[in-house]
């Protein structure tokens, strides 16, 4: 067992492109009507990955969540559904199919791209189910941001954790997050958290918020989920004028 954790953390620093397959590390359970602006998305019917309610008809989630991995072509949008209103994965809420899926062509990296979800209908607004403000700047370095989403509760667990589940990460310095992903990307924030926290494979297109608005989309981890380093979140700032000129056509 030694030697295949050795393994698992031997080698440089990359992306997980594996399928999402994991929760929030560490996390506690979500409250009904905490996080109302947290949506799952689903493809044919499982669950896949998290989503941001940005309005009745808008959702938001990472570019690896609708395509296959090294591709920004979208699976069609009608084998995808958005469940909201709900902190149980499998019951409870609202569930709308996606009617289209527009990717923003600005990425810097697959991994970080972003995907818009335009809804078959819209949603209804209620105290389980609200929209989340876009915000137009990062947060500050060392800021506390909330982040959340469902999935299995650690590396290589088979179960689906049933309840969502959210917990705290804070902003680490940009230079610090280059010097950690061995180059430059302004596309991105990078999230600390303690070991044994954090986002995991699942979580992937899951928000992050900071004083009320989203500034962030959960994109990566690095080596195992719950390790030492930052978790990479896509800034919601950097592509704020794309998602509201897409949003507004």
Not at 103 to 112: E, K, Q
Not at 143 to 168: C, F, H, P
Request: one cysteine or more.
């Amino acid at each position: 067992m030694k030697a295949f954790t050795a393994l698992l953390t031997l080698g440089l620093i990359a992306f997980a492109w594996a399928a999402p397959q994991a929760r929030i590390v560490g996390g506690d359970d979500a409250v009904l009507g905490q996080i109302p602006y947290q949506a799952a998305l689903s493809i044919g019917g499982s669950y896949n990955c998290g989503a941001a309610i940005l309005s009745e008809r808008y959702a938001l989630t990472a570019l690896l969540c609708v395509c296959s991995a090294g591709s920004d072509r979208p699976w069609p949008p009608q084998l995808f559904t958005i469940s909201a209103g709900t902190t149980d994965l499998y019951t409870g809420g609202s569930r709308i199919t996606v009617e289209e899926i527009t990717i923003n062509p600005n990425y810097n990296d697959l991994t970080t791209g972003i995907a818009l979800l335009k809804l078959s209908k819209p949603l209804v607004f209620s105290d389980y189910i609200q929209a989340i403000p876009l915000a137009e700047s990062n947060p500050p370095i060392y800021a506390d941001v909330e982040i959340s989403g469902w999935g299995r509760t650690k590396e290589g667990e088979e179960n689906m954790y049933r309840t969502l589940q959210i917990n705290d990460a804070s902003v680490m310095d940009s230079a610090q997050c280059a010097r950690t992903l061995g180059r430059t990307n302004p596309d991105v924030i990078c999230l600390e958290h303690p070991r044994k926290n954090g986002i995991c494979r699942g979580d992937f297109g899951g928000p992050a918020v900071y004083e009320g608005k989203l500034v962030g989309i959960a994109a990566a981890v690095l080596e195992e989920c719950g390790s030492f380093l930052p978790d990479i979140f896509t800034s919601v700032a950097s592509n704020h004028k794309w998602i509201v000129e897409q949003m507004n056509n």
